[in-house]
Antibody, heavy 118, light 109 residues
């Protein structure tokens, strides 16, 4: 059974850093495209970043230069390093597995809440 | 940058009625790259439709998708109580690489 479990969220001050983790089971992270998607309280979905099976990475303009997506193949875990955090980064962050088509997402975690506030 | 605009923002209907949800793109989107998701409160999104009109595994046939270019539609032929949720369209391929519409809330009238 495919499962994605995020962790690492919390309260952080503006300008601070946080690293999110997404532990996967039931499939191999490195063989799939994986993304982070966030949802601000009461708002819609916003794609944040993707890492391709080949290792290429891409980011939304809103986080480019501040966030870094990575994975640890030995731990079958996806990460999102978030630096220079801003109030507008406050959201529930979810990891999502792409379908084999890569154009959409078939499995999602429940998310971890990141709150950026002083 | 491609922006997806969904309408209406909220749709109030009764079980058994037909629901028609719209997703309009600011630039043309390949039909192969347009998907629809359902999200219930406190749950992760669920893939309903991919390639604009293909149902994902396990999705009932009362859900259908159509459209091309800049105008896409999700239709629910006969609403069941469990269909009341928020629906998002999503595109792939243009800046940003992936993006979602702002969502349509389908509520019980």
């Amino acid at each position: 059974e495919v499962q994605l479990v995020e962790s690492g969220g919390g309260l952080v001050q503006p300008g601070g850093s946080l690293r999110l983790s997404c532990a996967a089971s039931g499939f191999t992270v490195s063989s799939n495209y994986m993304s982070w998607v966030r949802q601000a309280p009461g708002k819609g979905l916003e794609w944040v970043s993707v890492i391709y099976s080949g290792g290429s990475t891409y980011y939304a303009d809103s986080v480019k230069g501040r966030f870094t997506i990575s994975r640890d193949n030995s731990k079958n875990t996806l990460y999102l390093q978030m630096n220079s955090l801003r109030a507008e980064d406050t959201a529930v962050y979810s990891c999502a597995r792409h379908t084999a088509r890569i154009t959409d997402f078939d499995y999602w975690g429940q998310g971890t809440l990141v709150t950026v506030s002083s | 940058e491609i922006v997806l605009t969904q309408s209406p923002g909220t749709l109030s209907l009764s079980p058994g009625e037909r629901a028609t949800l719209s997703c309009r793109a600011s630039q043309s989107v390949s039909s192969s790259y347009l998907a629809w998701y359902q999200q219930k409160l406190g749950q992760a999104p669920r893939l309903l439709i991919y390639g604009a009109s293909s149902r994902a595994t396990g999705i009932p046939d009362r859900f259908s998708g159509s459209g091309s270019g800049t105008d896409f539609t999700l239709t629910i032929s006969r609403l069941e109580p469990e269909d009341f949720a928020v629906y998002y369209c999503q595109q792939y391929g243009s800046s940003p690489l992936y993006s979602f519409g702002q969502g349509t809330k389908l509520e019980i009238k």
